[in-house]
């Protein structure tokens, strides 16, 4: 009996460690990507932020939440350089970022954020070494669960932080607004919005009961709400429908791709004639005004300045900051400009039209690699698709990709790397039943399927 005791003691040991664990792996990631960055440096939200504002306090809790990360990479040192290895579109763009140091203005701080982006993706390539396939996106919901039940006790516990006020330095045009963790409402938008698809699609299982998954969805309405982030509403709207975009069309492609040719650009004339009369509307509903809160006039000034440095731009980082925002500056009455407001046009201004190239291969490669994974009709396996097309499409209104220290590159690496995984999984179950029923490896699932049945016992 005593034998038996304290082997439970044990196993109730080992359950609680491993809790722990994950609390902190869920942690780290948190403020790898950026949340407490207020609260950490210290800062007063009412004293304007500027381009170098930062702390040794703020710093040096970013390195340990990366060191935490690389380390559960490190336990798994062999199939963490496997990973890297295999995802090399996914590595292009740090690697040029590295390069661009050669023509930055300021190569030294250039090259020290370069590094910072490198560490970021290598970051969520060390979660999915420790956590392989749907593992790693149960800790990336469970991660944004908890950032978005924090952002809420944090409104009531930091009101000063977790809310933009009238007396805030930067844009107090948002008081009222949540930001929660994170230094701008629009963080907490888009996390709210992934965050909601997730837990609506991913089922029970992802969060690990149905009352934690209602919560989550429940946190999820709230800060989505609250944060009043236009961007973070056309999120959740276009993840939520994606699913269904995905099954009506692949079966309409499989009845007659005529069929779905015809529907979809249809869809898209028929868009096209409503969008004079209903843009306007969709923009006033979601508080925004033509210009998407002063987005197009910026966008084209930035098109101008692109037009100087196009092939591969200004440098990483220190390349925009004192190249094209002192263009914008002079040319406008923008003050200081942080990023493009665009994804895209942010990696053509660091890393000219070669850098765009590089994050249009891997983000294709990503969406193929989502795409074949979501036809295994698990709904887990298609949360991998959601989190691209998330990805793909926040970077419209809002600069994530080439970003160092971002929620939503840590997100994104993850995502590609379970992926990755889940394929490989897959495939390899694939082989084996097919080795078992003596099959080629390139049979069709037809002659798979009929070889099964020929192997079934008969029914009395």
């Known amino acids: 009996m005593r034998g038996a005791g304290g082997n439970l003691g044990l196993c109730n040991l080992a359950t609680l460690w491993r809790s722990i664990h994950r609390a902190g792996v869920m942690l780290a990631l948190l403020v790898a990507g950026g949340a407490f960055s207020l609260q950490l440096s210290g800062l007063d939200p009412r004293l304007p932020v500027g381009a170098d504002t930062a702390s040794g306090r703020s710093q040096l809790a970013i390195g340990l939440a990366f060191a935490v990360l690389l380390a559960e990479g490190g336990r798994h040192w062999r199939r963490a350089l496997a990973l890297v290895r295999a995802n090399g579109p996914l590595l292009a ?26 560490a970021t993706l290598l970051g969520g390539i060390a979660i999915g070494a420790a956590f392989p396939g749907a593992r790693a996106l149960r800790l990336l919901a469970q991660s944004a669960a908890l950032g978005l039940v924090l952002s809420i006790a944090y409104v009531g516990l930091a009101p000063g932080y977790g809310m933009h006020r009238i007396s805030d330095g930067v844009q107090s045009v948002h008081a009222g607004d949540w930001r929660g963790l994170f230094v701008h409402r629009t963080a907490l938008g888009q996390l709210a919005a992934l965050g909601l698809a997730l837990a609506i699609y991913g089922g029970p299982r992802l969060l690990g009961s149905q009352a934690a998954r209602l919560g989550a969805i429940a946190a999820a309405g709230l800060c989505l709400v609250m944060a009043r982030s236009g961007g973070g509403w056309v999120s959740a709207g276009a993840l939520l429908a994606t699913p269904w975009i995905v099954t009506e069309g692949g079966r309409l492609w499989r009845r007659g791709w005529l069929m779905g040719v015809g529907l979809a650009v249809s869809g898209l004339a028929l868009a096209a004639a409503l969008a004079p009369v209903l843009a306007p509307l969709l923009l006033q509903g979601l508080g925004k005004d033509a210009t998407l809160t002063g987005r197009t006039p910026l966008w084209s000034l930035m098109l101008q300045a692109a037009r100087i440095h196009p092939l591969f731009g200004y440098g990483y980082s220190t390349g925009f900051r004192e190249g094209v925002a002192q263009f914008v500056a002079a040319h406008s009455r923008f003050g200081y400009v942080p990023n493009a407001q665009n994804g895209y046009l942010d990696v053509v201004l660091n890393l000219g039209l070669v850098g765009l190239a590089l994050a249009l291969w891997s983000l294709a490669t990503a969406l193929r690699q989502a795409v074949r994974l979501a036809r295994a009709g698990d709904p887990m396996a298609g949360l991998p698709l959601l989190i691209v097309v998330f990805i793909v499409e926040m970077n419209g209104v809002e600069a994530a990709l080439i970003s160092a220290n971002d929620i939503f590159v840590l997100i994104y690496a993850v995502a590609v790397v379970a992926s990755g995984e889940m394929l490989a999984a897959k495939a390899q179950r694939r082989f084996i039943a097919r080795r078992s029923l003596r099959l080629p490896v390139w049979a069709s699932p037809t002659r798979a399927r009929l070889a099964r049945r020929s192997l079934a016992p008969a029914s009395s």
């Open 93 to 118: 763009l740090p690697a040029l970022a590295t390069i661009s140091t050669l023509w930055a203005p300021d190569p030294e701080v250039a090259l020290r954020r370069a590094l910072a982006f490198a």
